[in-house]
């Protein structure tokens, strides 16, 4: 499975960006892309995942209510929509492919990641 991760940039807090992730080749082994995020001198957390057969989202508390994990009409591609940005949210955002368990808030990544794209917002 391939990741193409798109989107990101500088934002004042209060504004909004929007990330793409298109996922190619063998994706009939995963059911579910998410989006983690890592900024500096912090661990990788998971963000929200989406399952992109039933379009069925997970949301990080922190992020609940701001962000938007959607399908595009190809089930293969995401868009992260996120709004009302904090600067809190500045970090390097990752795309990854993996399983959703039906019915839990459990995603397992498994070693499909995106190329790293840059969300900075400035207070």
């Known amino acids: 499975v391939q990741l193409q991760a798109s989107g990101g940039g500088l934002v004042q807090a209060g504004g909004s960006l929007r990330l793409s992730c298109a996922a190619s080749?063998?994706?009939?082994?995963?059911?579910?892309l998410a989006w983690y995020r890592q900024a500096p001198g912090k661990q990788r957390e998971l963000v929200a995942t989406?399952?992109?057969?039933?379009?069925?989202?997970n949301y990080v508390d922190s992020v609940k209510g701001r962000f938007t994990l959607s399908r595009g009409d190809a089930k293969n591609t995401v868009y992260l929509q996120m709004n009302s940005l904090k600067p809190e949210d500045t970090a390097v955002y990752y795309c990854?492919?993996?399983?959703?368990?039906?019915?839990?808030?459990?995603?397992?990544?498994?070693?499909?990641w995106g190329k790293g794209t840059q969300v900075t917002v400035s207070s």
């Open positions: 989406i399952d992109k057969n039933d379009g069925t989202t």
């Open positions: 080749g063998s994706t009939f082994v995963i059911n579910a």
């Open positions: 990854n492919a993996g399983h959703q368990v039906p019915g839990t808030l459990d995603y397992n990544a498994m070693h499909y």
